[in-house]
């Protein structure tokens, strides 16, 4: 039931504790990034969607801005988009195999489709060959699994339906300069998402009012246990239209938690950017999710095949896990609901290190020391992983540590015949586990720090994790 006294933003996020709690212990979760758009696979009328010149982003979802495609022609996609490979039951499988505990899925993206058949618009799956609505599915086989599920919604941005996405308002309102070009020095404001090349003949608000605010209803009404709403890009709305897109997700379900992309700092968790880890002190202490692609595109390109292997990827869940944050990882199914075989089997690899590991990710906090070890690659979002790929060269003296009681994790990616981990020198040792080993395991804590010796790697798994009991101060067994 709502709080009927929680009126203020400070009231509703406050309430919401124990969801907020729940969605920073899963730690691990898959992103879908799907519609029409990944008919085209980042080919338009034969080019590559990188080789035309624009100034809005090379992701495949994209696409429609980049090659500034007239809203008429790319409704035509919709006839060609029959996800007839599709099956939410394998999706989900797939996810409990990964180890991942949630999945968010794009409801609507920029381009304006709806993934299901939507009462207000038939831009939507209604309008398709198949008619199917996916997100239900998806949904219905999270409910069958026990998989946590969200939706990400884009409220600001819709090239379909929303005019000029509000720009000309916002820049008028802020008195910010419009449009191109934009330098970021002073008041000009780069259009980015914004559909200046065939806007929709109604107004902004006549969107807010006619399509987002009713089909944020129906997502919300049609998924009762929903925990996510995954808004997205809020430049040009207003500080009332945020609040009233987050105070909408409130008042139908108050345990649903949402993003502080909704706009004006309202969300309850911090996205810190795409492909970015971040220093938790920059998260003004709310939870935190990183958001990341599988290579680098969030829809699906036909052509990209810089696909992050499982060793970056297990770098990637146990660095921001042991920062404290949450890792969503993504993958963009081809139009007719195919997932790429790399992703596949990379998302299974991982499975099989989490199944051995995740007890030093799930459900974990950051330790006082995040890190041992020289410092790593910083990962500064999608462009400068594409640019630069992934170069670090860790070692058996690189750890990164997470929490749990009086339980602390030392996860390393690489593995030798002994690991002296020196951030445990001034720690009172009860016991050391490795993680998936059964037998007795011989360390020895000294000055230096706690040495242990390992056993050999006959599964040949990516590194290993090590669960350090520590004890209250005071006597303790050095030798083991």
Same mark, same amino acid.
């Given at each position: 039931?709502?709080?009927?006294?929680?009126?203020?933003?400070?009231?509703?996020?406050?309430?919401?504790?124990?969801?907020?709690?729940?969605?920073?212990?899963?730690?691990?979760?898959?992103?879908?990034?799907?519609?029409?758009?990944?008919?085209?696979?980042?080919?338009?009328?034969?080019?590559?969607?990188?080789?035309?010149?624009?100034?809005?982003?090379?992701?495949?979802?994209?696409?429609?801005?980049?090659?500034?495609?007239?809203?008429?022609?790319?409704?035509?996609?919709?006839?060609?988009?029959?996800?007839?490979?599709?099956?939410?039951?394998?999706?989900?499988?797939?996810?409990?195999?990964?180890?991942?505990?949630?999945?968010?899925?794009?409801?609507?993206?920029?381009?304006?489709?709806? +993934? @299901? *058949?939507?009462?207000?618009?038939? !831009? #939507?799956?209604?309008?398709?060959?198949?008619?199917?609505?996916? %997100?239900? =599915? &998806?949904?219905?086989?999270?409910?069958?699994?026990?998989?946590?599920?969200?939706?990400?919604?884009?409220?600001?941005?819709?090239?379909?339906?929303?005019?000029?996405?509000?720009?000309?308002?916002?820049?008028?309102?802020?008195?910010?300069?419009?449009?191109?070009?934009?330098?970021?020095?002073?008041?000009?404001?780069?259009?980015?998402?914004?559909? +200046? @090349? *065939?806007?929709?003949?109604?107004? !902004? #608000?006549?969107?807010?009012?006619?399509?987002?605010?009713?089909? %944020?209803? =129906? &997502?919300?009404?049609?998924?009762?246990?929903?925990?996510?709403?995954?808004?997205?890009?809020?430049?040009?709305?207003?500080?009332?239209?945020?609040?009233?897109?987050?105070?909408?997700?409130?008042?139908?379900?108050?345990?649903?938690?949402?993003?502080?992309?909704?706009?004006?700092?309202?969300?309850?968790?911090?996205?810190?950017?795409?492909?970015?880890?971040?220093?938790?002190?920059?998260?003004?202490?709310?939870?935190?999710?990183?958001?990341?692609?599988?290579?680098?595109?969030?829809?699906?390109?036909?052509?990209?095949?810089?696909?992050?292997?499982?060793?970056?990827?297990?770098?990637?869940?146990?660095?921001?896990?042991?920062?404290?944050?949450?890792?969503?990882?993504?993958?963009?199914?081809?139009?007719?609901?195919?997932?790429?075989?790399?992703?596949?089997?990379?998302?299974?690899?991982?499975?099989?290190?989490?199944?051995?590991?995740?007890?030093?990710?799930?459900?974990?906090?950051?330790?006082?020391?995040?890190?041992?070890?020289?410092?790593?690659?910083?990962?500064?979002?999608?462009?400068?992983?594409?640019?630069?790929?992934?170069?670090?060269?860790?070692?058996?003296?690189?750890?990164?540590?997470?929490?749990?009681?009086?339980?602390?994790?030392?996860?390393?990616?690489?593995?030798?015949?002994?690991?002296?981990?020196?951030?445990?020198?001034?720690?009172?040792?009860?016991?050391?586990?490795?993680?998936?080993?059964?037998?007795?395991?011989?360390?020895?804590?000294?000055?230096?720090?706690?040495?242990?010796?390992?056993?050999?790697?006959?599964?040949?798994?990516?590194?290993?994790?090590?669960?350090?009991?520590?004890?209250?101060?005071?006597?303790?067994?050095?030798?083991?």
């Amino acid at each position: 039931m709502m709080n009927a006294q929680a009126q203020t933003w400070e009231q509703m996020h406050a309430s919401k504790g124990d969801a907020i709690t729940h969605f920073n212990e899963d730690k691990f979760g898959l992103f879908i990034h799907w519609g029409i758009h990944s008919v085209l696979g980042g080919m338009y009328k034969g080019e590559r969607m990188d080789d035309i010149e624009s100034p809005e982003p090379n992701d495949a979802c994209w696409i429609q801005a980049r090659a500034r495609i007239p809203r008429a022609e790319y409704r035509q996609l919709m006839g060609q988009f029959d996800p007839v490979n599709f099956n939410a039951d394998e999706y989900v499988s797939l996810v409990k195999e990964a180890g991942m505990k949630y999945i968010v899925i794009t409801s609507k993206h920029h381009d304006g489709f709806a +993934l @299901w *058949d939507s009462k207000v618009s038939d !831009f #939507d799956m209604g309008s398709t060959p198949s008619k199917r609505n996916l %997100v239900k =599915e &998806l949904y219905d086989a999270c409910e069958r699994q026990g998989i946590d599920f969200g939706v990400y919604y884009s409220h600001n941005i819709d090239w379909n339906d929303a005019h000029d996405c509000n720009i000309k308002f916002f820049c008028d309102a802020t008195d910010e300069v419009w449009p191109e070009p934009a330098d970021f020095k002073g008041k000009k404001r780069r259009p980015m998402g914004a559909n +200046l @090349w *065939d806007p929709s003949e109604n107004t !902004f #608000d006549q969107y807010l009012v006619n399509k987002a605010y009713p089909q %944020v209803r =129906e &997502l919300l009404e049609m998924f009762p246990n929903m925990k996510f709403m995954w808004y997205d890009f809020a430049h040009f709305l207003s500080k009332e239209q945020s609040f009233k897109f987050y105070q909408m997700v409130y008042q139908l379900n108050p345990n649903v938690i949402v993003t502080d992309r909704v706009g004006h700092d309202l969300g309850d968790f911090n996205i810190p950017g795409d492909n970015k880890i971040p220093n938790p002190e920059d998260m003004g202490g709310k939870h935190w999710e990183t958001v990341g692609t599988f290579n680098n595109s969030w829809g699906y390109k036909e052509y990209d095949k810089d696909f992050k292997s499982p060793y970056e990827l297990i770098y990637w869940i146990t660095a921001i896990a042991s920062r404290g944050g949450n890792y969503m990882l993504n993958i963009g199914p081809k139009g007719d609901g195919t997932i790429p075989q790399e992703s596949v089997d990379n998302l299974k690899e991982i499975g099989k290190w989490m199944s051995v590991n995740g007890k030093a990710i799930y459900g974990t906090k950051m330790w006082k020391v995040s890190r041992e070890g020289e410092d790593a690659q910083k990962m500064l979002g999608t462009g400068h992983r594409a640019a630069h790929g992934f170069t670090s060269n860790f070692t058996t003296s690189d750890f990164w540590f997470t929490t749990k009681g009086n339980k602390v994790y030392a996860i390393a990616l690489e593995r030798d015949k002994t690991a002296l981990i020196k951030s445990f020198a001034d720690e009172e040792i009860k016991e050391v586990k490795l993680l998936g080993y059964e037998k007795k395991l011989k360390w020895e804590h000294t000055s230096e720090g706690l040495k242990v010796t390992l056993p050999k790697n006959k599964t040949q798994q990516i590194g290993f994790a090590l669960e350090v009991t520590l004890t209250d101060r005071g006597t303790t067994s050095k030798v083991k």
